[in-house]
């Protein structure tokens, strides 16, 4: 059954189709040492990011929150896997538990309504153990895809005002891409940081 109102279907299925693992993940992952009980992800209806980190990185369990139904498919990790916890939401309405994932990587943070992002680093913040570790990328100005952008200096301070400590802010060139939707500018600033 294919979803009909989604209208990232077509775009996260390129990206299922590619199975690209994140850069931005592995490299948040590089930093984290702790146990690997539990992970969330923010935005990978595609599920090629969980599957990477349930078969691939060790982690017992991952939950991952999307708004997309195509969260729900069930070919590249069948429903019957009670390894992985879909939540179907946009991010500012999901439930964040208190001290219960030791990653998060913000993969589609850059679509979260910047009137809501303090509310949502402050719930991953607290959602988080003590030394986990979080990875967001965000839009900076110019970036094609997204609607909502960044400074270096304003992320810095917002990661700083949840409480985390900063281990790095990358910018990134942007670069010209065929994109996922169609051609544009990706313009991306990548946040990592721990929880201490």
Known sequence: MEPTNDRWRKAILSERENGAVHKPMIRGLSHFEG??????????????????????????????????????????????????????????????????????????????????????????????????????????EGDSFRNVFYTEEELNQLHMEAGFKIIAIIHPPSIETEGLVRPGTAHTIRVFTKKQ
């Open 35 to 140: 146990q690997k009980n539990a992970a969330l992800i923010l935005g990978d209806a595609s599920l090629v990011q969980s599957k990477y980190l349930l078969d691939t990185a060790g982690f017992a369990r991952v939950v991952d929150v999307d708004s997309s139904p195509t969260l729900l498919d069930d070919d590249i990790i069948s429903l019957d896997d009670t390894r992985l916890t879909r939540v179907l939401l946009p991010f500012d309405q999901y439930e964040f538990p208190v001290n219960t994932f030791d990653f998060v990587y913000g993969k589609s943070i850059a679509f979260n309504p910047k009137e809501t992002i303090k509310t949502v680093l402050k719930n991953i913040f607290d959602s988080l153990n003590n030394g986990g570790i979080y990875a967001g990328e965000y839009a900076a």
